[in-house]
């Protein structure tokens, strides 16, 4: 539940603090008070976004808290909501502003989050119900979803998800053999040709790198000679080669040593000096002798190089490239080539997974069938106590193709007068009826849905004031275990209250606010009067109002 709603700078609201029952909360005030302002509010705070034009004052932030109360164990240990809890009784606080600078904060419980982190807590936190959310019902994809929600099916649905996945994906591959075998010898053509330029060359990039060193050496091999040529020059010079110049060092060195032991590591670097120039020229030698390429030998490195190039440029940018779209074309010629056989390899997978898929699809349909049977008794319950005296509703489950969600088509049928047919509910429901529809499923619903917010905002807009009566009963009962929030413009509706809030809007300095007050007793008598009778209460709507405050509490 939300034990307490903070609202500053949104919409008319300068800044507000509500303190929330956990049973059922009703908004009260006349038209363009700003009663929705206060789910807005809220809505933002679970995620939605913000319009500018919601700031009250663009140079002051805009800040939303909501303080949540969870009681449900399911709730406390839902993956989404019990990394931001700590404690067993540790509540969850959501706050999310907008600065002047445009920059968004949101934080639970003191740790920062995404927007679609708060979007995915919300979800399991507050049911949001407008004035035109039972359109929902008109739409008859919603049907089998919200079956579903009354049916424990879990595990048979992870099971059928699972298998329907292999089943779409082999299904997936057929079509694309299908879709082949028109062009079959046209791309088998193009395969071959691929693979044949693919394959004149290893398509390893430590080869490729191999071979790039040696075109470079290949490409500038007269500079290459010339430069290492002249290093030898330099080391071997009879008159000023260091070779020379070291060999000579070595007179000195034995007089110094002769004279002075402690000389002796001087020349030990000497004889190093002269190993180290001695290999060096050796090493050039060879190097030299590298940079001799037979004709052929250059020949066939150009070529190759060439040929690197060439397929880069067409199959590339990569070798890596060209390595993958080769394992691909290979792949795929072996399926077209090899076509009638994966075909019928294929069409018998198929046959054996789409046997499990429709075991597992029956049981689905069993399952809802079951759960069919006491959903229509609960919902023409319902309805009648709402007012639909002679209704009758059926869940008709039907065959359909194998998707996602099985091979059932759920539709739901209504007869809301004596006499007539059952017909889909698109076909003939009012909005006033499609209200209430929604209000009975709501309260099926209960039993397993974990939600501990629900929040509607003028559901009741097609109810009169005799079905106010029984629909604010049906409010309070829905409200005994989990917390409601309603907005509406029937007092036999808000004489059902636990917490009876009023809306007002005001004008100081000649700026227009919103003010949001919990009704005491004698205040919430007025209220109600003057939901009756209009913008001044008499005595008559006085003793009119108390009565029903008697009567909602006596129900």
Same mark, same amino acid.
């Given at each position: 539940?939300?034990?307490?709603?903070?609202?500053q700078?949104?919409?008319?609201?300068?800044k507000?603090?509500?303190?929330l029952?956990?049973?059922?909360?009703?908004l009260?005030?006349?038209t363009?008070?700003?009663k929705?302002?206060?789910?807005?509010?809220?809505?933002?705070?679970?995620?939605?976004?913000?319009?500018?034009?919601?700031?009250?004052d663009a140079?002051?932030?805009? =800040?939303?808290e909501?303080?949540?109360?969870?009681?449900?164990?399911?709730?406390?240990?839902?993956?989404?909501?019990?990394?931001?809890?700590a404690?067993?009784?540790?509540?969850l606080?959501?706050?999310r502003s907008?600065?002047?600078?445009?920059?968004?904060?949101i934080?639970i419980?003191?740790?920062?989050?995404t927007?679609?982190?708060?979007?995915?807590?919300?979800?399991?936190l =507050?049911?949001?119900?407008g004035?035109?959310?039972?359109?929902?019902?008109?739409?008859e994809?919603?049907?089998?979803?919200?079956?579903?929600?009354l049916?424990?099916l879990?595990?048979?649905?992870?099971?059928?998800?699972k298998?329907y996945?292999?089943?779409?994906?082999?299904?997936?591959?057929?079509?694309?053999?299908?879709?082949?075998?028109?062009?079959?010898?046209r791309?088998?053509?193009?395969?071959?040709?691929?693979?044949?330029?693919?394959?004149?060359?290893?398509?390893d990039?430590g080869?490729?790198?191999?071979?790039?060193?040696?075109?470079?050496r290949?490409?500038?091999?007269?500079q290459?000679?010339?430069?290492?040529?002249?290093?030898?020059?330099i080391?071997?010079?009879?008159?000023?080669?260091?070779?020379?110049?070291?060999?000579?060092?070595?007179?000195?060195?034995?007089?110094?040593?002769?004279?002075?032991?402690?000389?002796?590591?001087?020349?030990?670097?000497?004889?190093?000096?002269?190993?180290?120039?001695?290999?060096?020229?050796?090493?050039?030698?060879?190097?030299?002798?590298?940079?001799?390429?037979?004709?052929?030998?250059?020949?066939d490195?150009?070529?190759?190089?060439?040929?690197?190039?060439?397929?880069?440029?067409k199959y590339?940018?990569?070798?890596?490239?060209?390595?993958?779209l080769?394992?691909?074309?290979?792949?795929?010629?072996?399926?077209?080539?090899?076509?009638?056989h994966?075909?019928?390899?294929?069409?018998?997978?198929?046959?054996?997974?789409?046997?499990?898929l429709?075991?597992?699809?029956?049981k689905?349909?069993?399952a809802?069938?079951?759960?069919?049977?006491?959903l229509?008794?609960t919902?023409?319950?319902?309805?009648?106590?709402?007012?639909?005296?002679?209704?009758?509703?059926?869940?008709?489950?039907?065959?359909a193709?194998?998707?996602?969600?099985?091979q059932?088509?759920v539709?739901?049928?209504?007869?809301?007068?004596?006499?007539?047919?059952?017909?889909?509910?698109?076909?003939?429901?009012?909005?006033?009826?499609?209200?209430?529809?929604?209000?009975?499923?709501?309260?099926?619903?209960?039993k397993?849905?974990?939600?501990? =917010?629900?929040?509607f905002?003028?559901?009741?807009?097609?109810i009169g004031g005799?079905?106010?009566?029984?629909?604010?009963?049906?409010?309070?009962?829905?409200?005994?275990?989990?917390? =409601?929030?309603?907005?509406t413009?029937?007092?036999?509706?808000?004489?059902?209250?636990?917490?009876?809030?009023?809306v007002?809007?005001?004008?100081?300095?000649?700026?227009?606010?919103?003010?949001?007050?919990?009704?005491?007793?004698?205040?919430?008598?007025?209220?109600?009067?003057?939901?009756?009778?209009?913008?001044?209460?008499?005595?008559?709507?006085?003793?009119?109002?108390?009565?029903?405050?008697?009567?909602?509490?006596?129900?």
């Amino acid at each position: 539940m939300i034990c307490q709603l903070t609202i500053q700078n949104f919409g008319l609201i300068d800044k507000i603090s509500l303190e929330l029952s956990p049973a059922l909360n009703i908004l009260t005030g006349e038209t363009g008070a700003g009663k929705s302002i206060v789910i807005d509010a809220l809505r933002y705070a679970l995620g939605e976004r913000l319009d500018q034009n919601q700031m009250r004052d663009a140079a002051k932030p805009c =800040v939303v808290e909501a303080v949540f109360e969870l009681s449900k164990r399911e709730l406390r240990e839902n993956p989404a909501i019990s990394e931001f809890l700590a404690g067993k009784d540790e509540p969850l606080i959501i706050s999310r502003s907008h600065l002047p600078d445009g920059k968004t904060r949101i934080k639970i419980n003191g740790m920062s989050v995404t927007v679609s982190q708060l979007k995915e807590v919300g979800n399991h936190l =507050v049911d949001f119900h407008g004035p035109n959310d039972h359109q929902m019902l008109l739409l008859e994809d919603s049907h089998i979803k919200i079956l579903d929600r009354l049916c424990d099916l879990g595990a048979l649905k992870g099971a059928y998800s699972k298998v329907y996945g292999e089943y779409a994906e082999a299904r997936k591959a057929l079509e694309e053999i299908k879709a082949s075998a028109a062009t079959k010898e046209r791309e088998l053509d193009l395969l071959a040709h691929q693979i044949k330029e693919l394959e004149r060359v290893k398509l390893d990039q430590g080869r490729y790198e191999e071979l790039l060193e040696k075109e470079k050496r290949l490409k500038n091999s007269e500079q290459l000679y010339e430069n290492a040529s002249r290093m030898i020059e330099i080391f071997e010079n009879a008159e000023t080669g260091i070779g020379e110049a070291i060999s000579k060092a070595f007179g000195p060195m034995k007089t110094l040593n002769s004279l002075d032991e402690g000389s002796r590591a001087f020349a030990e670097t000497l004889a190093q000096l002269q190993e180290s120039n001695d290999r060096l020229i050796n090493e050039l030698r060879s190097y030299l002798e590298s940079l001799s390429f037979e004709p052929d030998e250059a020949r066939d490195i150009r070529a190759r190089y060439d040929i690197y190039e060439e397929i880069k440029r067409k199959y590339g940018p990569a070798i890596e490239d060209a390595k993958n779209l080769y394992d691909a074309a290979k792949k795929r010629y072996g399926l077209l080539a090899d076509l009638e056989h994966n075909d019928a390899e294929l069409r018998g997978r198929i046959k054996e997974i789409e046997s499990d898929l429709i075991n597992i699809a029956k049981k689905l349909t069993g399952a809802r069938k079951k759960t069919a049977q006491d959903l229509e008794k609960t919902i023409e319950k319902e309805l009648k106590e709402l007012g639909i005296k002679n209704v009758r509703f059926e869940c008709r489950i039907e065959k359909a193709e194998l998707g996602p969600a099985g091979q059932d088509r759920v539709i739901f049928y209504i007869s809301p007068n004596a006499g007539e047919d059952l017909k889909p509910l698109a076909e003939i429901v009012s909005s006033g009826e499609a209200a209430r529809v929604m209000l009975a499923l709501k309260k099926a619903l209960t039993k397993v849905d974990p939600m501990p =917010v629900l929040i509607f905002d003028e559901i009741d807009s097609q109810i009169g004031g005799r079905l106010g009566t029984i629909t604010g009963k049906k409010l309070r009962e829905l409200s005994r275990d989990r917390q =409601v929030i309603l907005i509406t413009h029937l007092p036999q509706i808000a004489s059902f209250a636990e917490s009876h809030f009023k809306v007002t809007k005001k004008v100081e300095n000649n700026r227009t606010t919103t003010a949001v007050g919990l009704l005491d007793e004698g205040a919430r008598v007025k209220e109600l009067a003057k939901m009756m009778s209009g913008e001044k209460e008499s005595s008559i709507s006085i003793t009119h109002a108390e009565e029903m405050l008697g009567q909602a509490r006596a129900a």
